[in-house]
């Protein structure tokens, strides 16, 4: 059983960045891949990003390709979503999720254990 806690969000203003964490625990990291997802208010939750287990490939939704980046520490057995040049529309709940497996996967239905998310506020 993979535990997933994410830090780092906050308030920032339009134009900023922030840098989210997403701890995981109870599996070997290195086995799994990672994926950042998102949910605004009334909306379904989206894919964001995601990396292989070996960390040497990474998928981006459109809307933040340039602008965030998704990386990992397996020796931390942290994966982290770098982002910068932030707009409004960005402001969601962001969440990790895990799941085994060799590739990058970009459904929510393809993952297995979720954090609990950390809040993302983008003011204008």
């Known amino acids: 059983q993979v535990q997933l806690v994410e830090s780092g969000g906050g308030l920032v203003q339009a134009g900023g960045s922030l840098r989210l964490a997403c701890a995981a625990s109870?599996?070997?990291?290195?086995?799994?891949?990672m994926g950042w997802f998102r949910q605004a208010p009334g909306k379904e939750r989206e894919f964001v990003a995601s990396?292989?287990?070996?960390?040497?490939?990474?998928l981006y939704t459109e809307s933040v390709k340039g602008r965030f980046t998704i990386s990992r520490d397996n020796a931390k057995n942290t994966v982290y979503l770098q982002m910068n040049s932030l707009k409004p529309e960005d402001t969601a709940v962001y969440y990790c999720?895990?799941?085994?497996?060799?590739?990058?996967?970009?459904?929510?239905?393809?993952?297995?254990?979720w954090g609990q998310g950390t809040q993302v506020t983008v003011s204008s």
């Open positions: 990396i292989t287990r070996t960390g040497t490939s990474t």
């Open positions: 109870g599996g070997t990291f290195s086995l799994y891949a």
């Open positions: 999720a895990a799941r085994l497996g060799s590739s990058y996967y970009v459904s929510v239905y393809e993952y297995n254990y």
